[in-house]
């Protein structure tokens, strides 16, 4: 029986650097599936729109409609960002993209995708990144539960001073019956052992609202939103001061 009670710091397999790209990519094809088809997707377009002050079915009034940039941290294969392309593109708002992850092998597969050649995609940890300008949101999803409640204090810190408006992470709720859905989702369906050994143990990594709160305290963030959205995800959101 997992113990629901305390974050677990055990390490997915996906965090090991000799992972076969052919194992990386059936990984993430079907995180791309999981998040398409409970909802991920749409949690983080709902961050962007927080983000932009956009009212659902009204067009973003853009200053100069100069394009907003919009960067990824632990970006994976790009299926966010390819989203938020498509979906940006319908409400004709002009962007500029950027995905950053440690993993060449993710950053390989992101850039063999035809549908992500308008992203930039780079390399790296996210705190050796030097923006040439400032983006205007950072956000990251699936992402911060990888890092030790420490480790994610300094990456929430570094996303609010590398941002001109502000931040979201869409992130898992730590939960039994998330833990057993998805426990026995990868087993009748998932072709990945990446799959069915890394997603439950994510929601053993995932958080309480308590947890992300008491992180948020500790950093003196005050505007923010936390908000709980299907299925078992949290939408933290912070903008800055205006």
């Known amino acids: 029986m997992p113990d629901f009670s305390k974050r677990s710091y055990q390490k997915e397999i996906l965090d090991r650097d000799d992972i076969p790209f052919a194992d990386i990519k059936q990984n993430m094809q079907e995180l791309d599936f ?36 919009i960067c990824e941290i632990g970006c ?39 549908e992500n050649n308008e992203i930039e995609f780079i390399t790296s940890d996210y705190l050796q990144v030097r923006f040439d300008e400032t983006p205007h949101i950072i956000f990251s999803s699936l992402f911060c539960h990888h890092f030790t409640n420490d480790e994610l204090q300094i990456q929430l810190n570094w996303m609010k001073m590398h941002t001109q408006t502000g931040f979201f992470i869409n992130d898992l709720h730590r939960h039994p019956l ?46 923010y939103q936390l908000k709980w959205r299907w299925a078992f995800r949290w939408l933290l959101i912070y903008t800055h001061d205006r």
């Open 178 to 223: 998330a833990y057993y859905s998805i426990t026995s989702i990868t087993k009748l369906f998932s072709k990945s052992y990446l799959v069915k050994n890394d997603a439950p143990l994510s929601v053993l990594r995932g958080f309480t609202k308590r947890e992300l709160t008491a992180i948020t305290k500790q950093l003196s963030i005050i505007n």
């Open 34 to 69: 999981i998040n398409t088809y409970l909802g991920g997707h749409n949690i983080t377009i709902h961050g962007l729109q927080s983000l932009l002050h956009i009212t659902v079915g009204h067009p973003i009034r853009v200053a100069h409609r100069q394009p907003i940039t």
């Open 76 to 114: 994976g294969g790009g299926d966010n960002l390819r989203v938020i392309r498509n979906w940006c593109s319908k409400k004709n708002i002009p962007i500029q993209l950027i995905g950053i992850d440690i993993n060449p092998h993710c950053i390989e597969y992101a850039k063999s995708r035809k």
